[in-house]
């Protein structure tokens, strides 16, 4: 029984480490999706995002400017992408792709300039966890019995003793929420998406929605990667999104490209690498094996559910203003 609620722990400790970068990427992507654009270079952009955030996390003490700073580095991205695909109507899988390949060298160059090496040291300090003096003081001052609720590895402890970018990712679902269902851009947003023409001949400025959205969804999966290298690693190295991006994407189609379904597609894709983080640790079948677990899933998300996503109907088409 102590083993299975140990094991239980584990796995909600990896989702709540696992799911927020991947939901920081598959909001932005909802906000490019649903403006008509195809994003696949989120995952370029998460990187970007996790390599300034470490790179300035060297030099600057205050990590949440940093964080914001990853955020921008993935907008610059975005807005490349947003030129190449809304203005110059360039093919939206093929910009996407370069900018996945760009980030990455880029990023590794930059490195290499910098520390000698395509890993970063370790940042000066990490994104805090803002309940942790709460639950000190509560372990220490409660009576024993209510003081085990917060003991080290409790329940408790592993959903509110967590780092402040978890917190910002899941009330961020709420907001985008918001802004799509709630609000005049959100309504022109989803217009944009679905009958870009009918939404020009409103006086709705089809290319400025669409860049709006593609920057913003760069700046999100900046902030994704962000929270990787200054909370959950500390670091960068090239390999540390290791398909995020994609697995975002994924998790947006299964949501349906809603916010509310994103969220719950991030917390599906998390709780399998919480499962591969315990299974690996238990098990005699191949470490390679256990680590294709979260992939796997992407790919029976993608053949399920891919065909009965509601996909925007000018999603992927360029938009050519009538004269």
Known sequence: ????????????????MYTPPLLYAALGSCFSEKSGVVNIGIEGMIVFGGFMGALLGNFIANPWICFLCGGLAGALLALLHAFATVSCRADQTISGTAINFLATGFSVFICYLTFKTSETPPVIEKLPRIFNGAFI???ENLPEGAAKLFAQNSFLDLVFNTYASTYLAFVLVAVVWFVFYRTRFGLRLRAVGEHP????TLGVNVYLVRYLCVIFSGFLAGL???????????AFRPSIVAGQGFIAIAAVIFGKFKPQGALLGC???GFCNGLRVVVGSNSVIPVNLISMIPYVVTILTLVLFVGRAQVPAANGKPYIKSK
């Open 197 to 200: 023409r009918a939404a020009d």
């Open 1 to 16: 029984m102590n083993e299975l609620i140990s094991n239980l722990g584990i796995i909600l400790n990896a989702t709540l």
């Open 267 to 269: 917390i599906l894709f």
């Open 224 to 234: 994704g990667g962000a929270s990787i290298t200054l909370a959950t690693v500390s």
């Open 137 to 139: 003081w509560l372990r």
